[in-house]
T-cell receptor
Framework: KQEVTQIPAALSVPEGENLVLNCSFT??????LQWFRQDPGKGLTSLLL?????REQTSGRLNASLDKSSGRSTLYIAASQPGDSATYLC????????????FGKGTLLTVNP | DTGVSQNPRHKITKRGQNVTFRCDPI?????LYWYRQTLGQGPEFLTY????????KSRLLSDRFSAERPKGSFSTLEIQRTEQGDSAMYLC?????????????FGPGTRLTVL
């Protein structure tokens, strides 16, 4: 059974700082790992998806990396802004099934002006 | 592309009542998923459809829960005889059925409160 852990649970940084969010997973037999953003009381917004054959994906100020062999992924946010404040969730499929996502509990990010 | 939509956005009900939620996926997506999220936790998988076929149901989906996706379009999730423990955010997502590289896109969720 896949287990996904996110560290830290919460992070507070001043505006402009670069930061890294961490995600680890126990079952390396994955097809995809996906990073999401969730604002309070809202649904999930897909940020980046990394296929198991890829090492990283970039979108604007976001860069996600994947090390499948060690069961780790990181989300790097450059030049953070107050609008980046949200909960960031990572999720992966596992066990050869490419449909059922297992989520971590998320990292609550606060970017202070 | 209008995204995934869910209705209602909020539902307050009394214990023992039945409730039904609706999800409209992105039009060309043949996979549809339901997840449940409680406060401070990540979403948990409930069930998924490929076209109109329900292919997997989680152990979390008790006999009081039923989901349908007639004609492979919209989906409904019904909870019968609601309990206070059913209070949660119910999230719907959709995707294409490629083996890899097909993100799941989520709707805004339906927040259920059982009094």
């Amino acid at each position: 059974k896949q287990e996904v852990t996110q560290i830290p649970a919460a992070l507070s940084v001043p505006e402009g700082e670069n930061l890294v969010l961490n995600c680890s997973f126990t079952d390396s037999a994955i097809y995809n790992l996906q990073w999401f953003r969730q604002d309070p009381g809202k649904g999930l917004t897909s940020l980046l998806l990394i296929q198991s054959s890829q090492r990283e994906q970039t979108s604007g100020r976001l860069n996600a990396s994947l090390d499948k062999s060690s069961g780790r992924s990181t989300l790097y946010i450059a030049a953070s802004q107050p609008g980046d404040s949200a909960t960031y969730l990572c999720a992966s499929d596992s066990g050869g099934s490419n449909y059922k996502l297992t989520f971590g509990k998320g990292t609550l990010l606060t970017v202070n002006p | 592309d209008t995204g995934v939509s869910q209705n209602p956005r909020h539902k307050i009900t009394k214990r023992g009542q039945n409730v039904t939620f609706r999800c409209d996926p992105i039009s060309e997506h043949n996979r549809l998923y339901w997840y449940r999220q409680t406060l401070g936790q990540g979403p948990e998988f409930l069930t998924y459809f490929q076209n109109e076929a329900q292919l997997e149901k989680s152990r979390l989906l008790s006999d009081r829960f039923s989901a349908e996706r007639p004609k492979g379009s919209f989906s409904t999730l019904e909870i019968q005889r609601t309990e206070q423990g059913d209070s949660a955010m119910y999230l719907c997502a959709s995707s294409l059925s490629r083996l890899a590289g097909s993100p799941q896109y989520f709707g805004p969720g339906t927040r259920l409160t059982v009094l």
